[in-house]
């Protein structure tokens, strides 16, 4: 059974950082894409960004390109994403998820995280 675990989620300041850390096991980590998406309550979940599996390659939405960076650590099954100038509007709960498709929408991802909150301030 794939068990996702986020991390790194907090408080910051409008053009600060943080870097969001997900911790996969119950699968073989290359094998499969990871994704980040966000979820703003009474909104529907959405994809933030993706690893594909084997190559991973990298896929960004449009909010955040030029801002977030997908990264991943095979020897730690963990993929991070690193997020610079953080807007207000980047205020979500942030989930990973495992996909054996890839792509930056929720339909084909299998297993979720629990999420971790991050809050930016004006």
């Known amino acids: 059974e794939a068990q996702l675990v986020e991390s790194g989620g907090g408080l910051v300041q409008a053009g600060g950082s943080l870097t969001l850390s997900c911790v996969a096991s119950?699968?073989?980590?290359?094998?499969?894409?990871i994704g980040w998406f966000r979820q703003v309550a009474g909104k529907e979940r959405e994809g933030v960004s993706c690893?594909?599996?084997?190559?991973?390659?990298?896929d960004y939405a449009d909010a955040v390109k030029g801002r977030f960076t997908i990264s991943s650590d095979s020897a730690k099954n963990t993929v991070y994403l690193q997020m610079n100038n953080l807007k207000p509007e980047d205020t979500a709960v942030y989930y990973c998820?495992?996909?054996?498709?890839?792509?930056?929408?929720?339909?084909?991802?299998?297993?979720w995280g629990r999420g971790t909150q991050v809050t930016v301030s004006s």
């Open positions: 119950g699968f073989t980590f290359d094998d499969y894409a």
């Open positions: 690893l594909s599996a084997i190559d991973r390659d990298t």
């Open positions: 998820g495992v996909s054996p498709f890839g792509g930056t929408t929720t339909d084909v991802y299998v297993d």
